[in-house]
């Protein structure tokens, strides 16, 4: 239901009273509503400003700060914001008045020529292209929109309007110290977006150069390397490491130079991408009109030059992102595999901090280097050291290892602890031990000198870092010389261990 009466009076623009006549929908950050004025006739779109929405009055005066800056921006190719109002009229609250169009979105264009397979005239394409770059350089001197997508372009005639300034930021963040951040659209966030760094324009640039690309081709350029559209988690692998694919593979018509563009805009790196004046001057003139030398031969070597140049660079890109994945994929891990191994040393210490309140002839001293060294009372230590961790396809104890690690008292019995997950989106698995022993029809002596093995090694005994992924898959089944045997509660066996020392 909607929030405010029809023909509700709100003051407007002007200083004039406006009625409201209609309710035009629900967005992501407030209703609208179209109202008319009593003595113009002028008609609005009213936006309520979810103000109470955010957690304090900072972040509600850093949103409706910058509704007020849109004001400033005037552009025959952005949705002009006419008028603020803080919340004069009870019952209401905050709203934006904003200059009415009525002609749709550049969203319900593009999902009708989709249904009918047929694509925008490239000569009309090029049009709204301009447009946008147009109204986004207007924004952009003053303010990052941050949310340019087809939703927020509104149809008025021929001309195509940005509009949406509510989660817009000042491009000078010096001039306050707090900016309200609001949630772009996941199929546009640009790749400083999903890691935090600091937003300048080329934020815009990133999210306009995918709607050029589907201006031309009514497909989004990652739509392919995204397995479900609607998990934020495949758009953000999508965003950071996956290459747009090249435009004119579905619409071969566009000339290089707009390729070319459009991938410069889908760069990863912000400082890669075009500013709006190089956007602007090859959208208004795509096909180089002067060329030095004009006999045909020339003409086709130099651009079959310029073609074998930007396939290179597509290839080394994709190189560059399969390394950058790679990379940030390996930190992650070894960021959640730190963290699982924290928390099981803080188990252990609780273990420690019991036995340390309860015992009066001394303390277990706690020392960590390489490894995690209790040193007890009674002269004798335990050790905790963690493996580097790696992703596997062994699968034990109904799980798939993804780390390991050696427990134990020294010299003595000791375990090796197995970090499982069981499935995919088990992002920290679960800590399992696992100790080995030896087959009774195994010559124990013959196994001194492999696997790790001395002649101080007590049985049951764990893998040191060098052998334990080579040897636990063999827990998985098959003739081996050892025997696993696997238990669930790693802090039990820590405990144990204590009592074993004593």
């Not at 747009?244 to 410069?264: C, F, K, N």
């Not at 390394?323 to 930190?331: Q, S």
């Amino acid at each position: 239901m909607p929030s405010v009466q029809l023909g509700k009076e709100l003051p407007g623009p002007s200083n004039e009273i406006f009625l409201v006549t209609d309710f035009l929908g629900r967005g992501a950050f407030g209703e609208v509503y179209r109202a008319t004025g009593k003595d113009s006739g002028t008609i609005i779109a009213v936006k309520l400003l979810p103000v109470n929405q955010l957690p304090d009055p900072e972040s509600q005066n850093a949103l409706l700060n910058e509704v007020r800056a849109a004001q400033e921006v005037q552009h025959p190719n952005i949705v002009s914001v006419l008028c603020v109002d803080a919340g004069t009229v009870p019952d209401v609250g905050p709203f934006v008045c904003m200059e009415y169009v009525s002609g749709g979105t550049l969203a319900q264009i593009l999902k009708t020529n989709a249904q009918a397979g047929q694509v925008i005239p490239h000569t009309r394409a090029l049009e709204m292209m301009i447009d946008l770059a147009q109204g986004a350089r207007a924004i952009n001197a003053k303010l990052i929109h941050r949310d340019i997508k087809p939703d927020n372009i509104l149809v008025d005639g021929k001309a195509l309007k940005i509009g949406d300034f509510g989660i817009s930021k000042f491009i000078d963040e010096s001039t306050r110290s707090h900016t309200f951040k609001g949630g772009q659209h996941m199929a546009y966030m640009a790749p400083e977006g999903w890691i935090g760094q600091t937003n300048t324009y080329k934020l815009d640039v990133y999210s306009v150069g995918i709607v050029f690309y589907q201006v031309l081709t009514l497909k989004h350029p990652l739509a392919t390397k995204v397995k479900d559209p609607s998990h934020w988690r495949d758009w953000e692998r999508a965003h950071l490491y996956e290459q747009s694919a090249d435009i004119r593979t579905d619409r071969p018509e566009v000339s290089a130079a707009v390729a070319q563009l459009i991938a410069r805009m889908l760069a990863k790196r912000p400082d890669d991408r075009p500013g709006w004046d190089e956007v602007l001057s090859v959208l208004t003139n795509p096909v180089s009109e002067h060329p030095t030398d004009r006999r045909p031969s020339v003409t086709a070597a130099v651009s079959a030059a310029v073609e074998a140049a930007v396939a290179k660079e597509r290839k080394k890109q994709e190189e560059e992102l399969q390394a950058r994945n790679k990379a940030d994929a390996r930190e992650r891990r070894l960021g959640l595999y730190r963290t699982v191994c924290t928390g099981l040393i803080q188990q252990f210490q609780r273990v420690i901090d019991q036995f340390n309140s309860e015992y009066q002839f001394g303390k277990v001293q706690t020392a960590t280097d390489v490894a995690t060294i209790y040193t007890l009372p009674t002269g004798k230590s335990i050790a905790v050291h963690f493996f580097e961790p790696f992703e596997t396809s062994i699968r034990v104890h109904g799980g798939e290892v993804i780390g390991g690690g050696w427990i134990g008292i020294i010299t003595g019995r000791s375990a090796n602890l197995v970090l499982v997950k069981a499935s995919a989106d088990d992002l920290y698995g679960r800590w399992v031990i696992c100790e080995v022993d030896i087959m009774a029809l195994a010559n124990p002596a013959k196994l001194i000198g492999q696997f790790g093995i001395t002649p101080q090694t007590v049985v049951p005994f764990g893998f040191n870092d060098a052998n334990f992924y080579s040897q636990i898959g063999y827990a998985q089944g098959g003739l081996h010389v050892f025997t696993y045997l696997f238990s669930d509660d790693p802090v039990a066996f820590f405990a144990a261990l204590l009592a074993d020392a004593c």
